[in-house]
Nanobody, 126 residues
């Protein structure tokens, strides 16, 4: 049973930083890409960032490029999202996710992910 548990969310002022963590268990973590998504109230779940199995390849949504950094530690079964220069529009529940299969380097669409964490709230005040 794959389990993903996010942590690190909170309230931060605009311009501030937060680091989200996601602990994975239930299968060989290093065999699968990982992704971060976010969902604001009344909106669809949006792609934020993804990282390849080895961690050498990353891809970001345009809205966070240059401000957010995704990374992973395969020895600890952890994936991280370092968020800097936060804006009020970054306010959302943030989810980590992983696909059932590992046939591609990374995945972008929410529909391509099969396992999700419970989410962690990030609120950016202006």
């Amino acid at each position: 049973q794959v389990q993903l548990v996010e942590s690190g969310g909170g309230l931060v002022q605009a311009g501030g930083s937060l680091r989200l963590s996601c602990a994975a268990s239930g299968r060989t973590f290093s065999n699968y890409a990982m992704g971060w998504f976010r969902q604001a109230p009344g909106k669809e779940r949006d792609f934020v960032a993804t990282i390849s199995r080895s961690g050498t390849i990353t891809y970001y949504a345009d809205s966070v490029k240059g401000r957010f950094t995704i990374s992973r530690d395969n020895a600890k079964n952890m994936v991280y999202l370092q968020m800097s220069s936060l804006k009020p529009e970054d306010t959302a529940v943030y989810y980590c996710a992983t696909p059932r299969y590992s046939s591609r380097t990374y995945y972008i669409a929410p529909s391509e992910y099969d396992y999700w964490g419970q989410g962690t709230q990030v609120t950016v005040s202006s």
